[in-house]
């Protein structure tokens, strides 16, 4: 229990200092920084550039005109670059016959890029070669082996037209940092970039939903009527929640307060009672004549209020950006009746008794949180998305008592 509240602290915290990091709170769907669009006949149009990670990995990016909400999603092949005021620039190049978004690192003589993977320089207008260095396995004879390749320092000696630098050049390792610092020198490029004017790196959300909950006790008292049975309960789910861009990466960290709501409802269960079974000489079994009946029916209404802190990656930059969806969850019960009515019959079907028995629900619950799903920006300010979470509970009363709640939500979404 003092976990659970030292989880609760922890993401009134979290949901306090993500609200308050910046003197401004701006809200969008996109974070975007100012810059412009460089077009394939050399036009600019001034505008803003999304903010997006290291790795481009599917060669797309957001653009918005000046005075514009709506976005344009371009592809390499559409457009020749884009640029933001603040160094940072995304230029469409060709790479293995296709074209290609590349970040740019330095620009001078030799320009230098990279994909958040591997470092290219350029080879013409239009053209860029990729670097190619360290460990590479190569199949001999039908045997793999490793070998060390060093081809970038001739690769990048055929670049810089200076003698003075082809000694550095010879003992150069190969890692990005080392080549983007021989790099500027080269080009004479001694300036710090200015970090970028962000805005839209937080945005809200109203959700709705619909939930199915199923209760499974675990273990079982000795009494026979504490034996309940697996049950689902049907609820609808609507929140808020609010989630904020974790710079340099394509995921999000979100807090989020929703209220549950579970509708009053019934589950009833029928079996036959037998006084004994028989077992043959020959195996197998098979039941005596029936005394009579049990039926049992449970009753349910649980309201709630959940608290959530995720981490939210997502996968694209374009306007479908499929996510995933993991952290943990807390209930907080504020509705909790639920009951199991215990009816026996004889075979006559005359009722011989009748137990009302409470159901616990513990008033907190703590669990893990799963789940996927797709946005899609309508415009710079506004977003709509459809997922999918499973929540799992494990409520334990002591050594004999114990239930687990599997709880699979679905829901749409509005960004705003």
């Not at 003589?109 to 290219?120: M, Q, R």
């Not at 021989?182 to 937080?202: A, C, H, M, S, W």
């Not at 273990?219 to 049950?231: C, G, I, M, N, S």
């Amino acid at each position: 229990m003092r976990f659970m509240r030292h989880l609760e602290y922890f993401a009134f915290l979290l949901f306090s200092v993500t609200m308050q990091c910046q003197p401004k709170l701006c809200v969008g769907q996109i974070p975007v920084m100012d810059g412009y669009a460089v077009t394939n006949d050399h036009d600019t149009i001034p505008g803003k550039v999304e903010y997006v990670s290291r790795i481009l990995f599917e060669n797309k990016l957001v653009f918005v005109k000046n005075d514009s909400d709506m976005i344009s999603v371009f592809r390499p092949s559409a457009i020749s670059g884009l640029y933001s005021y603040s160094g940072i620039a995304f230029e469409s190049k060709e790479l293995d016959g296709r074209r290609v978004f590349l970040r740019l690192l330095s620009k001078g003589s030799v320009n230098l890029y990279s994909d958040g993977k591997d470092i290219f320089l350029s080879n013409g207008p239009d053209n860029v070669i990729r670097l190619r260095g360290g460990d590479e396995t190569v199949i001999i004879d039908g045997k793999a082996y490793v070998q060390s390749v060093k081809a970038y320092r001739t690769q990048i000696i055929s670049q810089v037209a200076e003698p003075s630098f082809h000694a550095k050049i010879a003992v150069l390792p190969f890692k990005q940092k080392a080549v983007l610092n021989l790099i500027r020198e080269v080009n004479k490029d001694f300036t710090v970039p200015p970090q970028p004017r962000l805005y839209n790196q937080g945005y809200f959300s109203f959700e709705a939903g619909y939930s199915l909950n199923m209760m499974k006790k675990l273990f079982q008292p000795d009494d026979d009527l504490a034996e309940y049975k697996r049950h689902r309960t049907k609820s609808w789910v609507a929140g808020f929640r609010y989630k904020r861009k974790i710079l340099t990466t394509r995921s999000h960290v979100g807090v989020g307060l929703h209220f549950e709501h579970t509708p009053k409802m019934t589950e009833r269960e029928t079996k036959v009672l037998y006084s004994k079974i028989t077992v043959p000489a020959d195996g197998g079994s098979y039941p005596s004549d029936p005394t009579g009946s049990q039926e049992d029916v449970y009753s349910y209404e649980l309201n709630s209020t959940d608290l959530s802190v995720a981490f939210v990656p997502e996968v694209s930059n374009g306007r479908f950006r499929p996510f995933l969806d993991v952290g943990i969850v807390s209930k907080f019960y504020m509705t909790r009746d639920a009951s199991l009515n215990r009816k026996l019959y004889d075979e006559n079907g005359t009722l011989t008794m009748e137990t009302d028995i409470p159901i616990e629900v513990r008033s907190v619950i703590l669990g893990p949180r799963l789940g996927s799903g797709v946005r899609f920006i309508v415009d710079m300010n506004r977003s709509l998305s459809a997922g999918f979470n499973t929540e799992v509970f494990w409520i334990s009363n002591g050594h004999l008592d114990a239930m687990k709640i599997v709880s699979k939500q679905f829901y749409l979404s509005y960004g705003f």
